[in-house]
């Protein structure tokens, strides 16, 4: 049974950082290029980073290039995304993406 499981989220004010995790299970993590996406009321859901199976390659949204950066851990199964420099407009649901499922999200919130 897959399962990716987020942590992280919370309220923080602007300018300052996060870390957030998704752990995973059931499926064999290292093959595959896992992705973040996130989702603010109203809008819909855009891909925010991706990595690599190995982590060797990343990609980001023009939005948030220089500011988050993305990362696994192959041995713990696990895959990182730090928020720097939040922004107001950063707040949304970040979701954890494989190649076929979905977590259920952990809430950031950038306010003053």
């Known amino acids: 049974q897959v399962q990716l499981v987020e942590s992280g989220g919370g309220l923080v004010q602007p300018g300052g950082s996060l870390r957030l995790s998704c752990v995973a299970s059931?499926?064999?993590?290292?093959?595959?290029?896992m992705s973040w996406y996130r989702q603010a009321p109203g809008k819909e859901r855009e891909l925010v980073a991706g990595?690599?199976?190995?982590?060797?390659?990343?990609n980001y949204a023009d939005s948030v290039k220089g500011r988050f950066t993305i990362s696994r851990d192959n041995v713990k199964n696990t895959m990182y995304l730090q928020l720097n420099s939040l922004k107001p407009e950063d707040t949304a649901v970040y979701l954890c993406?494989?190649?076929?499922?979905w977590g259920q999200g952990t809430q950031v919130t950038v306010s003053s």
């Open positions: 993406r494989s190649p076929n499922f």
């Open positions: 059931g499926f064999l993590f290292s093959r595959y290029y």
């Open positions: 990595i690599s199976s190995t982590g060797s390659n990343t």
